[in-house]
Structure formats: structure tokens, C-alpha cells
């Protein structure tokens, strides 16, 4: 296995899925396995399957060793789960033993705790409706095969709902339509689907059989779903057929809007494991996703086709948002695979993972173009770009290496790429077919003997994106400080390589380190707290003359050089950290975003909690620090220290 440290920090455009892909309100249908990212293979077309509804497929397999069941409320006992339910009130246990008979779908709008032992087997279906908030499901063995197949067997429409240690079995056979073992649907927020140990068998009918399906709605977002330790099991298929995936997670929000159907979604520590004869006909997804806000997919050990596929339903969908894919273990044929237009709008990151030796960690389409950077100094993780294939430059990352002078990005050939300043040409590399996308691994040179400083790559964490227009102030102030020079360090209270900064004066940036009208990109002026222009900064430098720089990326999304590389001053009073550092005297800050901000559980600021309004003062206890500092509150949740979300009291 080879570990993958890589990170990717842009909007992205990679991948083309096939037309043979249809995700919606129904899940996934029509075979990825295998099809070439330009084909035009038209697609089935979907139906919501109806609620409680039954389609007739051949009976797989036999229960005539699971006795029959029982299911016991307030110390009564039921020979149908049905009759059960009807009569436990809210807040009940209803504890399963054995296989019930019931066969059709059985309707809950109140809290109930369904707890199974001693062989308990449910066929029929259960769908958790408004009034059912708080419930849980937890040993049952979920039997969805054979002519008593449900398309969906569990369906949860409501809040608060826990999945935990059952097992789902998914056969139905030749019975036409797509098949799903949970649904979630309508108000499902803040469920938590754990333990759970899923098989599903290659579909025979050309359509998808999925663990667990998202389905976001134009109406509600399904927010705050976490999918943890879950074991997926794929017995081996002889023949291409329909996916097989553990999570299938949709928006369903139309292109044109900026909302998402689904929320916060956090997938991790779950196990996918296929056992197809041939890899080359694996039809086994792990993850699919399109317009999702913020996916997090960390810790998982990925087997099968995929690891991750994004996608654009229909190419009708608003984008993904943020995505992370982080320690993962994948030995599937690709890990990442970005559909046409399928586009993280907000960033995606991929480091940290280890990939098997026929693993493709990035699979471009062939309209986009991947390009690898690495490092190659024991240290800095590799940097991965997946941009559109038309896109004509892209920046390269800062090289810089402790006692080494850099010698230049080299290609796989061991030929040196053409770099002008830091921007590199894509047209110099050549597809060897024109249907496919550009994928190419640049490896840095060093050359012992000349000491700079070393470039510290943290996980980013992007800062907020006030529209800051640059407007035509005049040239920034002569600086105050005296120049640095080898006998005047960088100074003390310089914002480290890797953080981030915001203008408290006007000032503008350039192209180098000696400023010059001729050489200066755009000007900023002076603005109040909340929409002070934002930059990353990327490293130390010096004028000729000795004066500290800030080489930055352009953080503001109003501004003509928005994401563009330049430096600006170093001088003292020109800028400040975005982020507190210390802890206030006082112990006390308030909001000052006018939209609020939000509590999470993690000090990552993964798994959000609730909104805090504007003018809300909060005690805090404890400072977290990094390139993006985090506040502990006094409830244990965790908030931004951005200065331009909080102030002290």
C-alpha cells in the first residue's frame, strides 16, 4: 500500500460520469462499473418507489430455522409487529424475538425503541414518520430478499433516529426497480446509522442496491447525518450488472440556486469489502454524492470500483460543497472520481491516504486535467490540482527546503516542466488520446547547499469571503519599520506561513517582493472589521532593500485577483492575524457576523450544533491554535476565533 499525503484547496472540475448514471429522489440506477467517462449509453428512466410497496422476485433463500417470531410491549407479547406497535405508546420498547410475520410496511408516528434478540428477523418494512422523532432500531437482522422484497425497508422521515448493530441482507432477486435497506427522506436530521453490517448481492436486473440512501429535497436539508463504523460485504458477481453501493447521498436541489439538500454529512470508520471474482467487473461504489454541503469522509477502508464518485444528477443539480476525504485506507480501482459539473464549490481536500498498488488515488474525466505535486522532502505533503482541462495556467505551490535550493518541477519522464514566475502552462502537456484528461505527477528538485526557510503546510481552513472589491486609493504608506535584513530576522510577531492575515490599512499587492507601479496587481482600501480583505499567507520574503513581505493568495472573492498569487507588506500596523491566538482577560466574546455563527461538537468545527446570533456574548475556556484558532465554550461545543466572526469583551 502507498500512503498518499495529498491536499486539493479549490472549487473543482474533474471527471465525466456516464450517461448511464441516474441518481434521484430513488437512488442510483444503471451500471458504473467499468464505463468509459465519455459515454453517451442513454439511461432508464426512475420512479419513487412507493411507500410500502412490494415487487415479486424468486425467493433466494429460506428461514425455516428462524422460529417463529414475537414481539413484546409493556410486558404483553404480539405474534406481528404490527399489532405492536399499535399498541405501545410513545416512548415504548418493543423488543423482537425470532422472525415476525408481518409482510407488508408498517407506518410509526410515535417514539418507539425497537431492540432485538435471539434471532430477531424483520421482512417486512418500517417507515418512521413525523411523530417518531427520538426512536431507535437496534439488533434486528433486516431480511430484504426473495418475493418478499421491499424497495425500501427502512424508511426514516423524521428527526433523532438511531440505526445501531443490525444487519441488513439485500436479495430481491429479478425483480425490477432499484432496492435500498435505509431511506432517508423528508425531516431525517441528526441520525446517527452505526455498527450496522450490510450485504448486498449483485443485482441481476441492471439497476443499483444501496445500503443507505440520502435523499435531500428542494424543501428541507437533511442536515447532521453521521454514518460510523458500518461494514458493507459484496459476495463475488460473475457479470457486469447494476451498482452495489454502501451510501448513496443526493441533493436533488436544481442548478441556479445556492441551497443544498443535504447538509452536514460525515461518513467514517465504515468497512467496504468486495468479493467480485474479477476487479475488472466490480460494480461495488462505496460513496456517491452530488449537492451535499459540507462531506466529510474520514478513517474508511474502501474496496470494490470506487471509493468516492461525485456527481451531477442529470447535470440539473447545484454543486457539492466542501468535501474531505482524509486518512482513508483504498485498495478499489480509483479512489476519487469527479463527475461532469459535479463541482465542490467551497474546496475539496484529500490527504493522508493509503491507496493499494493498482489504485488510481485521482481519476480525472477527460475534461479536466490532474496535476500532482511532490514534494518529495520527507515533510510536505503532496499538493493535487483537478481543474478543467481547458484551463490555460495554474499556479504552482511554493517550494522551499531547509538547507536545499530548489531546482525546478520534473514530469515522470524526468524531463523539467516550463514554470514563467509561478505559473505553469498546461498546454506543454499532451494527452495521449484526445478523449482523455490530462494526469501528470511534476516531482521537486533539490540541491544541497542552500539554506531557506522551510514551508509549513497545514490543513487550510478557509477563511471567510467578503465580497472586497479593490478600488483606486492611492499607493499604500511609506513603511515605518526598518528593513530586514539577515541581521534583522523575520520579526517576532510575524503571521506564520500557513495562516492568515486581513488589512487593517490600505495598502495593495504585487506581483514580487520590490514594489513598483508597474508591478502592483490591485489595490485595497481601508475597511471595517467584518469586511477587511482576507489572505492566506504562503511564506516569508524580502524586498532588495531588506523589507519584509508577505508572499499571500487573495482570499476575496469580490477581488479581480481572487485566488491569485502576490505579495503585500510586512510592516507593522498594515495587517493583523485573521484569528485570535490568546484567550481574553475577560474570558468573554461576542458574535459580531451579521449572519450569526455556528457551535460545533469538534474543535475541526464537524458536527455543527446550533446557530448563535449576532450580539450574543459567550464565555469561553479554553483556546485551540493553529493556523485557524477555535474557542472552547462553556458547553463544551467549539466556535471560529476569526476576528472577523467574534470580538473580545
Not at 286 to 292: P, Q, S
Request: charged share 15%; net charge positive.
Amino acid at each position: 500500500m502507498n500512503c498518499y499525503n495529498s491536499k486539493i484547496k479549490r472549487g473543482i472540475l474533474v471527471g465525466l460520469f456516464s450517461a448511464a448514471v441516474l441518481l434521484s429522489g430513488a437512488g442510483v440506477t444503471g451500471s458504473l462499473s467499468q464505463v468509459s467517462a465519455d459515454s453517451s449509453t442513454s439511461s432508464p428512466s426512475v420512479e419513487m418507489p412507493k411507500e410500502g410497496s412490494q415487487i415479486g422476485a424468486s425467493a433466494v433463500r429460506t428461514q425455516d430455522d428462524v422460529k417463529s417470531g414475537t414481539a413484546n410491549v409493556n410486558g404483553e407479547s404480539y405474534s406481528t409487529l404490527t399489532e405492536a406497535v399499535s399498541k405501545a405508546t410513545d416512548g415504548n420498547t418493543i423488543t423482537i424475538s425470532g422472525r415476525m410475520s408481518d409482510k407488508n410496511t408498517i407506518g410509526i408516528t410515535k417514539k418507539v425503541n425497537i431492540k432485538g434478540t435471539s434471532g430477531a428477523t424483520i421482512a417486512a418494512g418500517l417507515q418512521f414518520n413525523n411523530g417518531a422523532a427520538g426512536s431507535t432500531i437496534s439488533g434486528i437482522h433486516f431480511d430484504n430478499t426473495g418475493e418478499t422484497a421491499k424497495q425500501i425497508q427502512l424508511w426514516i422521515a423524521c428527526e433523532n433516529v438511531s440505526v445501531s448493530n443490525n444487519t441488513f441482507e439485500l436479495n430481491p432477486g429479478n425483480a425490477n426497480g432499484q432496492y435500498n435497506s435505509v431511506w432517508l427522506t423528508g425531516n431525517a436530521d441528526n441520525i446517527r446509522i452505526s455498527g450496522n453490517k450490510f450485504t448486498i448481492y449483485s443485482p441481476t436486473n441492471g439497476r443499483s442496491w444501496t445500503g443507505i440512501n440520502i435523499v435531500g429535497n428542494v424543501k428541507h436539508k437533511l442536515d447532521n447525518i453521521e454514518i460510523t463504523n458500518n461494514e458493507l460485504t459484496c459476495p463475488g458477481g460473475t457479470s457486469e450488472s447494476g451498482n452495489r453501493n454502501l451510501i448513496v447521498a443526493i441533493g436533488n436541489v436544481p442548478v441556479g440556486t445556492t441551497a443544498y439538500g443535504v447538509g452536514s454529512l460525515k461518513i467514517e470508520n465504515n468497512k467496504v469489502n468486495d468479493y467480485t471474482t474479477t476487479r475488472s467487473i466490480s460494480n461495488v461504489h462505496a460513496i456517491i454524492a452530488g449537492n451535499v454541503e459540507n462531506l466529510q469522509i474520514a478513517n474508511n477502508k474502501l474496496d470494490g470500483y470506487v471509493g468516492l464518485r461525485t456527481t451531477n444528477y442529470q447535470g440539473g443539480q447545484s454543486p457539492l460543497g466542501s468535501v474531505s476525504f482524509t486518512k482513508n485506507v483504498v485498495d478499489a480501482t480509483h479512489g476519487v472520481m469527479f463527475g461532469k459539473n459535479a463541482l465542490p464549490g467551497n474546496g475539496i481536500e484529500i490527504s493522508d491516504n493509503t491507496v493499494g498498488p493498482n489504485t488510481d488515488l485521482i481519476k480525472p474525466g477527460a475534461d479536466a486535467a490532474s496535476i500532482i505535486f511532490k514534494f518529495s522532502d520527507g515533510i510536505t505533503k503532496d499538493d493535487i490540482r483537478v481543474i478543467p482541462k481547458g484551463t490555460n495556467v495554474i499556479s504552482v505551490p511554493s517550494a522551499q527546503r531547509k538547507g536545499y535550493q530548489f531546482g525546478g518541477w520534473y514530469n515522470e519522464s524526468g524531463q523539467k516542466v516550463a514554470v514563467n514566475g509561478n505559473q505553469l502552462n498546461l498546454s506543454q502537456f499532451k494527452n495521449s488520446k484526445a478523449e482523455e484528461g490530462i494526469d501528470e505527477v511534476l516531482t521537486a528538485s533539490w540541491i544541497p547547499g542552500m539554506t531557506v526557510p522551510p514551508i509549513t503546510n497545514s490543513p487550510e481552513v478557509t477563511a471567510p469571503t467578503t465580497s472586497t472589491t479593490p478600488t483606486t486609493s492611492t499607493s499604500p504608506n511609506t513603511e515605518t519599520e526598518k528593513p530586514t535584513t539577515s541581521k534583522n530576522p523575520v520579526p517576532r510577531r510575524a503571521i506564520k506561513m500557513g495562516g492568515y492575515l486581513y488589512l487593517t490599512k490600505g495598502t495593495s499587492l504585487y506581483r514580487s517582493a520590490d514594489f513598483s507601479n508597474g508591478n502592483r496587481l490591485s489595490k485595497f482600501t481601508k475597511q471595517s472589521r467584518t469586511k477587511r480583505p482576507v489572505f492566506k499567507v504562503l511564506a516569508h520574503a524580502f524586498s532588495k532593500a531588506g523589507n519584509f513581505r508577505y508572499k499571500v493568495v487573495d482570499q476575496n472573492q469580490g477581488s479581480k485577483t481572487y485566488k491569485k498569487t502576490g505579495y503585500v507588506t510586512g510592516a507593522s500596523g498594515y495587517s493583523s492575524n485573521l484569528y485570535y491566538t490568546t484567550m481574553p482577560q475577560s474570558k468573554r466574546i461576542q458574535v459580531i457576523n451579521a449572519k450569526g455563527i455556528y457551535q460545533y461538537k469538534n474543535a475541526n468545527l464537524t458536527n455543527r450544533r446550533d446557530r448563535i446570533a449576532k450580539g450574543k456574548t459567550l464565555r469561553i475556556k479554553k483556546v485551540t491554535t493553529g493556523n485557524a484558532t477555535r474557542y472552547q465554550l462553556a458547553n463544551g461545543n467549539y466556535i471560529s476565533a476569526n476576528k472577523q466572526l467574534v470580538i473580545w469583551k
